[in-house]
């Protein structure tokens, strides 16, 4: 009986882990110039209970101080809104994650109004927001939000 209750122990501690979500590429302080193809390996939310749908991806320059209201909080890039396959929430999805992302060129004129600005050694977040339900009532969706630090066009180490 004892074996048992270690089992579901252990068994609850596994599931809790693997039911936080992470970036695990690029790791925390990757170095990323611009223009450069970079490896992204997001683990989902998505576990047994628990409901994946899709992802967001940015990078941001800046991570939310509050909830309040900004026109202006961060600068950045969306990268894509992706889905990882998991049952029964979204098995088959057909906007799944590319294996690496492409660091956009800031120095380089979006078009319109928009400018580029060049900048060095910058620190920046890859940060995902996800979608997901976890059978407790909501109103639409849950969303998590995790985030690594990368520096963007590194000059030295």
Known sequence: MRFLSSLSALACVVSALAA???????????????GAAFDFDYGSIAD????????????LTSLPTSFAPSTDF???HFFGRFAEPNYPGNPNPPN???????????????????S?????NATCYLAVFEEYAN?????GY????????IVYNATSH
């Open 135 to 139: 059978g407790e009532g909501s109103i």
């Open 20 to 34: 936080t979500p992470a970036i695990r590429q690029p790791a925390e302080g990757t170095l990323i110039s611009p």
């Open 48 to 59: 047994y209970g628990t409901s994946s749908y899709n992802y967001t991806v940015w990078l």
């Open 116 to 120: 580029g600005a060049s900048a060095t």
């Open 96 to 114: 799944t994650p590319p294996a690496q992302l492409i660091m956009p060129d800031f120095s380089k004129n979006p078009g319109g109004f928009g």
């Open 74 to 76: 961060a600068s950045g």
């Open 142 to 149: 849950r969303i998590s939000f995790t985030a690594n630090q």
